[in-house]
Structure formats: structure tokens, C-alpha cells
């Protein structure tokens, strides 16, 4: 090496694998959740390698997968119900931001009503309303998203059942095999203390990374509510997913 040479800048060191705390995943198998008793593992999982396919593709990139960031605007009009704006951080168990992250968004309308042929809800389709959305993190790992605040429904789990007001959001990574899905709830819904699908955490903090905060600085005036929902994928402070620990 030349005398004057910059040394080499060692490499950062890697971080130890951070396992989920007990108590903060969803289980498999609740059966104060009736779609669990159909869908959980009846044995122990049989583990099958991974190929390239699976952990390299496809390549989410905006210019393949077109962003939907404003969900209010939909077949040439504006939805009907409470416009709000969900804006987040996605962050890995180091609490480092994960960037170019493909989300995809699905929700009821303002009613209570997705936009799918099996929901038969006695509720109103909005014609200016689809219930879908797309975004990407940036750099920092931040997300913005536009749409309207989902109402309840009944979903006949149990005897008057009703769904608390809620957003489905899907992560992807680096291919199909590495995707996770959440829900995000709203502050001081009374049918959060109801609801087996959100009381199927058992850890009461983890149950909480659910619940979106209101945010005054994400609110613009005389346009929509701001709420802020960050995401964490992995390590102890997870944000629970869907498919059990």
C-alpha cells in the first residue's frame, strides 16, 4: 500500500438476529377466529428450499408496477366519505429504514364496502371509489398514501360482529417469498376491544403497533386528516403480520 493511501474502510459489522418477542404474532391456529380453524396447519410445516426464482424476482420498480398514491380519485370523480392521509416509515429490526419498498393498499369504502364481487354487504358501492393503492418507500423509507377513512361491516364471525375500521397493507421484498401483510386501526375505535382478528396478538404493546396516531403535521387544512403508521419487519419490535410467528 502507498504510505499516503486512505485506508480501506472496514465493513460494517453484521447485526445479530433479532428474534420475534413471544406474544407478538398473531398465532396460526385462534379459534375466536373462525377462518383459523380452517386455514391453520394441521401438521408440523415441511421446509423446501428456497430456488433463485423465488427470492429475486420479479423486480418491484414504479415504472413496472404504476403507483396509485391518491385513492380518492377513481372513474373520473371523487370518492364520497372522510379524505385522510397515511404517511409511515418502514424500518428493519435495526430501526434502519428499508427504501424502494413496494406496498400495496386495500380497504372498504366510506360504507363499509369493498369493491369485490364477494362482498355482498347491504351497504353502497361508490362508483368513485376502487379500494386499491400502490406505493414505494423513498430513500428514508417513507410512504404517502391518499384515501378515504374505511367504515365497519359485519363479517359473521360471531353474533353481531363487526369489523373495527381498517386498511390491509402488503409489503413485498425482494420477490414473491418475501411478502408481509398488516392491518392498520384507527385511535379509540370501540370495536378494537371486539375484535378477534386484532386481539389475536396477545402481547397488548405489540397490539398497539397496530393503531395509527393521529398526526396534526401530516394534516392539510381544509383537505384531509393525517395519520402515521410506521412499520417494522422484523426483530423484537415487530409490527405484528397476518400468518401467525
Partial sequence: MCPNATPPTPPTPPIAFDPLAPGTQPPYFEPSYRSTILRSPRHAPITIPPT????????????????????????????LGERIIVTGQVRDEAGRPVP??????????????????????????????????????DQDGNYRVVTIKPGAY?????????????????????????????????????????????LATPDPAARAR?????????????????????????????TPMEGGA
Fill in 100 to 137: 424502494h419498498t413496494m406496498i400495496e393498499i386495500w380497504q372498504a369504502n366510506a360504507a363499509g364496502r369493498y369493491d369485490h364481487a364477494h362482498d355482498q354487504h347491504d351497504a353502497p358501492l361508490d362508483p368513485h371509489f376502487h379500494g386499491h393503492g400502490r406505493v414505494f418507500t
Fill in 210 to 238: 397496530l393503531i395509527a396516531g393521529f398526526d396534526l403535521a401530516v394534516t392539510e387544512p381544509n383537505h384531509a386528516l393525517g395519520y402515521r403508521f410506521d412499520i417494522t419487519l422484523r426483530g423484537r419490535a415487530a
Fill in 52 to 79: 433463485l426464482t423465488e427470492t429475486t424476482g420479479p423486480n418491484f420498480t414504479p415504472d413496472r408496477f404504476p403507483p396509485v398514491i391518491d385513492m380518492t380519485q377513481h372513474h373520473g370523480g371523487t370518492a
Fill in 154 to 198: 359485519p363479517w359473521g364471525n360471531h353474533a353481531n360482529a363487526w369489523r373495527p375500521n381498517h386498511i390491509h397493507f402488503s409489503l413485498f421484498g425482494a420477490g414473491f417469498a418475501a411478502r408481509l401483510i398488516t392491518q392498520m386501526y384507527f385511535p379509540g375505535d370501540p370495536l378494537l376491544a371486539l375484535d378477534p382478528i386484532f
